[in-house]
């Protein structure tokens, strides 16, 4: 794991946006791997910032989703599609299909939990996963005790991850009791992965899946098993680390272009 610790919150967001947006400029039909939540806003703002100024073209990006809520159609205002609708592929100038969400409003969810897989692995794969973590170590919508090989499939979300996400809706009780995810095992195929993390409540997810046993108790620390995984951690975020050398920036430009980043450690 490559750990890149930067000064704020906001910093983080700029410096993942540099590393999409390198990899876009190299590959401009990348298929990139969208989380939801709160923590990838500031690239997808980022991103967008820099496609209206005209630095950067995402117009050929795929995009495939993480997760869904089982129940909520795609224009239901809390679903992750609209979401995506809304921070992804409109700021992006994305085609209409070209942002795939988990269809969680099926009856027929194993299905479509099939089609997912199928859809990531006609577009050949996931060349860069950006990455949330839940304050219970999820990421995606894999609760602790997910299998470390799980595929998409119909999962029940932890009384902890429904009240975290209460605040999306009104209350606890409205939120979803189960999702459409992809597996560990999925995300672990994805040829990089890019998580980001920022703020005290994410430190002691973030600790355990830095520097813990790889265990289903705290599903990111099947990370430690991908060879290409950044993290990129706001300093809140990383203060629950304890390894403190180990976890001095490796960044991938190593040009210092974030205001109090070190140098790589090796
Ligand atoms: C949500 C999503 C995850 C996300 C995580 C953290 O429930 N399913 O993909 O990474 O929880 O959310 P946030 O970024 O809002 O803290």
Redesign the pocket.
């Known amino acids: 794991m490559d750990v890149v610790i930067v000064p704020t919150a906001a910093d983080v967001g700029t410096y993942a946006a540099d590393v999409v947006a390198a990899r876009i400029a190299q590959e401009p039909r990348t298929v990139l791997g969208v989380?939801?939540?709160?923590?990838p806003v500031g690239i997808y703002r980022e991103l967008a910032r820099r496609r209206a100024a005209g630095s950067l073209d995402p117009t050929h990006l795929t995009c495939f989703a993480?997760?869904e809520y089982v129940g909520l159609a795609p224009d239901h205002p809390r679903s992750y599609a609209a979401y995506l609708d809304q921070e992804v592929a409109r700021p992006l100038g994305l085609p209409s299909g070209r942002v795939w969400v988990p269809e969680a409003s099926r009856t027929d969810l194993e299905a479509a939990a099939e089609e997912h897989e199928q859809a990531i692995a006609a577009a050949g794969g996931i060349d860069l996963q950006i990455?949330?973590?839940?304050t219970n170590g999820?990421?995606?919508?894999n609760e602790p005790i997910s299998a470390l090989s799980s595929r998409t499939r119909v999962a029940a979300l932890s009384a902890q991850?429904r009240t975290d996400?209460a605040r999306s809706f009104d209350g606890p009780d409205a939120v979803p009791t189960h999702c459409l995810t992809q597996g560990l095992g999925t995300i672990l195929e994805s040829r990089r992965v890019l998580l980001v993390a920022q703020g005290e409540r994410k430190a002691a997810a973030v600790a355990a899946a830095v520097e813990g046993p790889v265990a289903a108790r705290c599903p990111a620390s099947v990370l430690q098993f991908h060879p290409r995984a950044t993290l990129v951690l706001d300093e809140a975020a990383a203060s629950a680390l304890t390894l403190e050398n180990h976890h001095r920036p490796v960044p991938d430009r190593g040009d210092g272009a974030v205001p109090g980043v070190s140098a790589p450690a090796s």
């Open positions: 989380a939801t939540g709160s923590s993480l997760d990455l949330g973590i839940g999820h990421i995606g919508f991850t996400n």
